[in-house]
Every structure is written in C-alpha cells, then in structure tokens.
C-alpha cells in the first residue's frame, strides 16, 4: 500500500532544502520537529515502534540533504555510478520513555564517522515536555555500488575533511558487532 503521507513529507523536506540556502557541515547535527498523532499509536496508546522508525527516515533525508551528500551522490549518479545510492543497512535502537498523543519532539541526527564501507549515524527523539531521549538509534548508512566509499563522497563535498573523526564507545561496538555477525548472514 503507498504511503501517501510519508511521500508527502519526504517530498517537502527536498523542496525546502531547495530554498534553504547554506549547506551544514558534514559534522553537524540536523534537527527536525515532530509530533505524536493518532495514526501513531499502538494498542498500548503510545508511539508504536514503527513509527520511531518511520519518523527517523525522515531525519536522515534532511541530514543527507542539509550536508550535501545527497547531492554529492547524484553526482556520482551523473559520472557513470548510475545506480550510486544510500541504504541503512544495520541498525541498533533504545526505546526509553514513550511518547503520548500529541507529544512535540525533535528528531536529532548525526554523522559519527565513516570507515572504509559506510557512514555511522546516531538519531535520538527527544520530548519537548522534559529534554530527554525517548529514543535512540545507531545507524550503518551503506554505499551502493561497493566501490563507492564514505571518503569518496566527503572529498566530493571539498571540506577538507581527511578522514572520519575517531568512533564513541558504543559506535565501536556497533560496528565490531556488525562485522561479527556478517559472515553469518552470509552463509
């Protein structure tokens, strides 16, 4: 069934990254509002896990389109990586307080690092009502086709940026987990 409503949103936030202006750092976090309504909630009367999910995309598409690497992808796509692409490929998520009907909340997004073959994100719900996170989420954001790498992309953006900045904790071990379960899924 389409989505109309998510093909609604996505489609503003690329039409007003349009009339933005001034492209954000790769580094810098990207912050969108949100709130709780009715097509939200699960039987439990709050947000239902899904849609923390759902909600996410859209903070990755405005932190894609805020720091150039959508373009920078299209880009590639125009110099013959016709098929070049972003695609969440793992990710690890927090449910820590729930969000009510008609809670306001920012979906806050940002780039961690990169290593040779993805991007490594964080996203967090936080509730307007009390500042704190009502969610959380790391992110492995791969590159299609493979020989496209992180690097890549961040030198076609001419930041100077030289390589990723070093890995908090809990994105290490995201990552290592990652690489452990990978040649299982392979099987």
Known sequence: MFDLGYFIRASRLFWRSKTAGKVKHILDESIIKGRCWTTDLDTNWHMNNARYLRQCDFGRITLLLENGLWDAVLARRKTGMKDATVLVSALQTQYRQSVQLGDRYDIRTRIHGWDDKAFYLE??????????????????????PRSLTPQMLVDDLDLGVKQSPPFSPSVKAFQENYQLSYPIIKQ
């Open 123 to 144: 996203q967090a719900i936080v509730l307007d009502t009390n500042q704190k996170i009502a969610f959380l989420m790391l992110i492995r954001f791969a590159l299609v």
